[in-house]
């Protein structure tokens, strides 16, 4: 995980003891347990009618606990499946077909086309698999995550495998997943309002990404490109998702000259998993070997 600045995690504990204080639960609550979250968004300048619709109209389900870990880590075996001889014919065709828009966006960036097919071959199979989860909901659920009674559901589950565990860790540990979600929840919105469309009506991953490259919104917000010059950003076109992807490597300093350290690093930017790390570096290295 990303380390946040103290500035953001007082904010996020200022947000949470206001969750812990109040009486702000699916039934009796105006925003159907999603108080805490409706009225700071509501503070931050999203319309209140637009909040509203969201969590008040039924759209999406009344909030009800999220389970969470302490230190969670992604297994080697996940990615497995990726680095395959059949893949990568799968990423070689790939990259003849958008042959000319990659090499566009290899001049425009200074960032290999190879490592762009790597992230989208592992990311959604080239856009075959998107995800069909409102992400606003899902990012929601996370965003909300330090309501008090959540908190103490996490905390019974968890101390029977941690033996001698405290609350204020896990109070903690909600506090930093509120911080990194809840700025999620509102690019949600802008992303929405910037395409004039219901911000339910964004669908991804069980994690809050969405498009072919699995951008959270504030990534769309600052990486989002429009590389087929049709006046939009889609992340569902494939033109703007490869210039996107390149332009979010450079933005985190991948160099063409750079070694496996640095490059690796910039890969850590896009998904702080060691396993996905390897396997993008070990698909992107297969690419760049047979590169004629």
């Not at 960036?109 to 290999?112: A, D, K, L, R, T």
């Not at 790597?118 to 592992?122: G, R, V």
């Given at each position: 995980?990303?380390?946040?600045?103290?500035?953001?995690?007082?904010?996020?504990l200022?947000?949470?003891?206001?969750?812990?204080?109040?009486?702000?639960?699916?039934?009796?609550?105006?925003y159907?347990?999603?108080?805490?979250?409706?009225?700071?968004?509501?503070?931050?300048?999203i319309?209140?009618?637009?909040?509203?619709?969201?969590?008040?109209?039924?759209?999406?389900?009344p909030?009800?606990?999220?389970?969470?870990?302490?230190?969670p880590?992604?297994?080697?075996?996940?990615?497995s499946?990726?680095?395959?001889?059949?893949?990568?014919?799968k990423?070689?065709?790939?990259?003849?077909?958008?042959h000319?828009?990659l090499?566009?966006?290899?001049?425009i960036?200074?960032?290999?086309r190879?490592i762009?097919a790597?992230?989208?071959?592992?990311e959604?199979?080239?856009?075959?698999n998107?995800?069909?989860?409102?992400?606003?909901?899902?990012?929601?659920?996370?965003?909300?995550i330090c309501?008090?009674?959540n908190?103490d559901?996490?905390?019974?589950?968890?101390?029977k495998s941690?033996?001698?565990?405290e609350?204020?860790?896990?109070f903690?540990?909600?506090?930093?997943?509120?911080?990194?979600?809840?700025?999620?929840?509102?690019?949600t919105?802008?992303?929405?309002r910037?395409?004039?469309?219901?911000?339910?009506?964004?669908?991804?991953?069980h994690a809050?990404a969405?498009?072919?490259?699995?951008?959270?919104?504030?990534s769309y917000?600052?990486?989002?490109?429009?590389?087929?010059?049709?006046?939009?950003?889609?992340?569902?076109?494939?033109?703007?998702?490869?210039?996107?992807?390149?332009n979010?490597?450079?933005?985190?300093?991948?160099?063409?000259?750079?070694?496996?350290?640095?490059?690796?690093?910039?890969?850590?930017?896009?998904n702080?998993?060691?396993?996905?790390?390897?396997?993008?570096?070990?698909?992107?290295?297969?690419l760049?070997n047979?590169?004629?």
């Open positions: 995980m990303k380390k946040y600045s103290r500035n953001i995690k007082l904010a996020a200022f947000v949470c003891m206001f969750a812990l204080t109040s009486t702000a639960y699916a039934q009796k609550s105006k159907n347990g999603w108080d805490h979250i409706a009225t700071k968004l509501i503070e931050d300048g319309p209140s009618g637009m909040v509203m619709n969201v969590y008040s109209s039924g759209q999406i389900p909030f009800k606990s999220v389970t969470f870990r302490l230190n880590a992604e297994g080697t075996q996940m990615y499946k990726f680095d395959t001889s059949a893949n990568i014919q990423a070689k065709r790939f990259l003849k077909q958008y000319d828009t090499e566009a966006a290899e001049n960036y200074g960032v290999s190879n762009i790597a992230i989208l071959l592992i959604t199979n080239f856009g075959k998107t995800g069909n989860q409102p992400i606003l909901y899902r990012l929601s659920r996370l965003a909300n309501d008090e009674k908190i559901v996490n905390y019974l589950v968890l101390r941690h033996p001698g565990l609350r204020k860790e896990v903690d540990r909600a506090i930093d997943l509120h911080a990194i979600f809840y700025p999620e929840v509102k690019a919105f802008e992303v929405a910037r395409n004039d469309i219901n911000p339910l009506s964004i669908k991804g991953s809050g969405f498009g072919f490259p699995q951008f959270l919104p504030s917000l600052k990486y989002g490109v429009d590389g087929n010059r049709d006046g939009r950003i889609s992340l569902y076109n494939m033109q703007d998702t490869i210039h996107s992807v390149a979010y490597l450079s933005g985190f300093g991948w160099e063409p000259d750079d070694d496996e350290a640095a490059h690796k690093r910039v890969i850590w930017e896009y702080h998993s060691e396993p996905y790390v390897d396997t993008v570096y070990g698909i992107y290295s297969r760049e047979s590169r004629g």
